[in-house]
């Protein structure tokens, strides 16, 4: 049984910053692609970025590049997203998301965390 479990949401000042971790079980995590998403109520859900199996590359939507960084631990089965200089925009549920891939750029995500919530205060 695959489960994706998030962690490390809270709420957050405005200009502040906030890790989350992905913690995966019951599949090849270091073959994996993972990406992270978001979700406000009443919007479609936003891709934010991604990272290859090896940790080696990733790339980010124009909305969070430069801000948010997405790295991996294949000895831990963890997926990390650092949320830096973040403001009321940020605030949405986030979830993790593994590939079917290894590789980036297929989209293609088979199992999806429960998701945490982020507040970011102004």
């Known amino acids: 049984q695959v489960q994706l479990l998030e962690s490390g949401g809270g709420l957050v000042q405005a200009g502040g910053s906030l890790r989350l971790s992905c913690a995966a079980s019951g599949l090849a995590f270091s073959t994996k692609a993972m990406g992270w998403f978001r979700q406000v109520p009443g919007k479609e859900r936003e891709f934010l970025g991604a990272i290859n199996y090896s940790g080696r590359s990733a790339y980010y939507a124009d909305s969070v590049k430069g801000r948010f960084t997405i790295s991996r631990d294949n000895a831990k089965n963890t997926v990390h997203l650092q949320m830096n200089n973040m403001g009321p925009e940020d605030t949405a549920v986030y979830y993790c998301?593994?590939?079917?891939?290894?590789?980036?750029?297929?989209?293609?995500?088979?199992?999806w965390g429960q998701g945490t919530q982020v507040t970011v205060s102004s």
């Open positions: 998301a593994a590939d079917r891939h290894s590789a980036l750029g297929y989209y293609e995500y088979d199992y």
